[in-house]
């Protein structure tokens, strides 16, 4: 009870500072949601978005999940897409993976985890797929790294494919799509920045 008092007195304390540094800013905010970006990125706890990539309320849509899927069959990914581009309007989609990511040291594993091993399916498609580029490198985190770098690839190529993207561009519109695969938990930087 302790730590969930505690987010709800950060967040009084977050709109007293907003409100007294911008009284308008709540209400400006509620009006109209205009982000520039939407932000496809990992579920993991140690990857906070606006934090990492300082943007402020209302400047990023964000979707996040278990090692930052975009599978064409996920009904929530796709609602979130067609809204971001269609409605929103929002001139780039991101891809951000992170080093370190837990989903994706799962998938290279042999192991069960249940419910998740179907959501990793994919990214194991990829384990299997690129087994002696893999094999090749020196250890198990240069893998982990690399992994996660041809799942960022592998996930901008199925937005791509989308009917939502697909129609945006046959209509001569946006979004752009973006891939970044970025920051080891043990950098400086932080996970996913970079």
Not at 30 to 35: S, T, V
Not at 96 to 122: E, I, N, P, R
Not at 162 to 185: F, S, Y
Request: glycine share 8%; aromatic share 6%; charged share 30%.
């Amino acid at each position: 009870m302790e730590n969930l008092q505690r987010l709800f007195e950060n967040n009084k304390r977050f709109v007293e500072e907003i409100t007294a540094s911008d009284p308008d800013f709540f209400r400006r905010r509620a009006e109209k949601q205009e982000p520039h970006f939407l932000f496809i990125g990992c579920a993991d706890s140690r990857v906070p978005i606006e934090m990492l990539t300082g943007v402020a309320p209302g400047e990023m849509f964000v979707h996040r999940n278990i090692a930052n899927q975009a599978m064409p069959a996920d009904l929530n990914l796709l609602s979130v897409l067609q809204y971001a581009v269609d409605v929103l309007d929002v001139k780039h989609v991101i891809v951000c993976g992170h080093l370190g990511c837990g989903g994706v040291k799962a998938a290279m594993s042999d192991a069960s985890f249940g419910l998740v091993d179907h959501w990793l399916a994919g990214v194991r498609e990829l384990v299997r797929r690129h087994k002696d580029e893999l094999d090749a490198l020196p250890d198990d985190d240069a893998r982990a790294n690399r992994l996660t770098e041809l799942n960022v690839l592998r996930q901008v190529h199925q937005l791509s494919r989308t009917p939502i993207v697909q129609g945006a561009w046959k209509r001569g519109r946006r979004p752009l799509l973006h891939g970044r695969a970025r920051g080891d938990p043990d950098e400086k930087e932080g996970p996913g920045r970079g």
